[in-house]
């Protein structure tokens, strides 16, 4: 993590503003010891940095814009490490990743699913990262990893993006060889001994897990879910129906959240149960069939599924702080994928209407070319501070006490992502919009992220609600 403090701002400057004190202010941050610094503290705890206060004061938290040196040396051997053993592996495997990369992808005769052949492509590039100690870097030594901020996650995210696609940061299942672990963390966090034994299977992909909140009744407003479960002897019994219960194709386990007591919209009362996918009265109907292919997306219902009280993640009926804990490490990711992939859609853009003729002079000499990729440009680096800030947080604080700030960054990036893809197919004519560039590939994968993960109007709303003191810090 970097330290607190203010790095190469020019003091001179502060003083023609009479702004002398606020910079003596951020120096004395710059020398506050980091040891209090608590990561997780629950909300309205009572340790943690920055003491009791839940606002966002710059007194607080210091400001510091350099990236970490070891974070800088991180992305420096990514990129060897790509060279060196993803790009080879990936020249290899190439159909799934040119014009062919959707055919290739999906087995058409099988509901839409992933191909065994792109998924094994996949566990082999994650095995070839976990081997190489890329792979885990987000979780805690114990687990093998490198105890990883999420910082770190973020800027990497962001650089992997950046680079465009290929094997070393895949859209369509979110695979990437610094992997993204929301249900590892979650289980890690919130789950029972039994569960955490589970840990090191759910890294290998022995088990593997989906998540089951969204019904076909009930997406945006989860609270009023219809799935419920009832106790009978030493067991829980589940009825109900999920929608887009992705992963189910190859999950061994799904977690399935059901109401076990309270009224419908009522925030507690649901309740989280790991429930083994081969268990009687657990049926996949079907996959829906998506924008980007393949598809993992299950229709599922649950017919007087038993499980043992065991299979409780977490607390009864406070399944819904599972739910939270697996948004925010996905939104905040996904926030700094975004902005890689931003990032990447312009740079190509730029690239090409540097070179293109048309009417004699280069598309790069035209104000209607530059304006709109000067205004992404500035947009994203709007984001981009924004989604470090907020994971910058997040390494410090309990992530209910940021979860607007999580809601902010990952809306604005999706937004802008979907926008910039759509910029850059203008931008390069006709050829854009043909699958030998990416850029229709990148539009239709993060699509999703408007809609999914809390649609981008549900996330606004949270903003509201913060804003307006129905929730949170100013209630
Ligand atoms: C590819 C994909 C993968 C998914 N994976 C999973 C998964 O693994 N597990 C899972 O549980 N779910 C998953 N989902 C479901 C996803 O979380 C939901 O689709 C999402 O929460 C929206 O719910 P909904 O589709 O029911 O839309 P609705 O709730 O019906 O909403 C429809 C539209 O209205 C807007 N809206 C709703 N209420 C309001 C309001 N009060 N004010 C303003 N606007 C409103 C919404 O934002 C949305 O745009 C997935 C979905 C997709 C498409």
Redesign the pocket.
Known sequence: MCAPGIAPFAKKSFDTLGLVAVLDQLQRLQRTPRAAVVRNRMPGGVSGRGGDSPSYSITEVGMDFTIPPEIRQKLKDLDAFIEREIKPLEEENIQFFDYRREHARTDWDNGGVPTKEWEELLAEMKRIADMAGHYRYILPNDLGGSDGTNLGMAIIREHLAAKGLGLHNDLQNESSIVGNFPVVLMIRDLGNDAQKGMVEDMLTGAIKI?????????????TYLETEAYRQGDEWVINGM??????LHSATHDIV?ARTSGDPGSGHGITAFLVPTNTEGFNIDFY?W???MP?D?AQVTLNNVRVPESAIVHNEGEGLACAQHFFHENRIRQAASGVGATQYCINESVKYASERVTWGKTLSTRQAIQFPLAEAHTENELIRNLVYKTAWHLDQRHHMEVTDQVAMANYRANRLVCHTADLAMQTHGGMGYTRHLPFEHIYRHHR?Y?????????Q??KVAAHLFGLTGRKR
Do not use: Y
């Open positions: 989906a998540f089951g909140v969204t019904e076909p009744n009930h997406g945006s407003d989860a999920k929608r887009f219960n992705s992963g959240f829906h998506t924008f980007n598809t997306h999703r408007r809609i999914t993960e809390g649609s981008e109007e549900v606004i709303r």
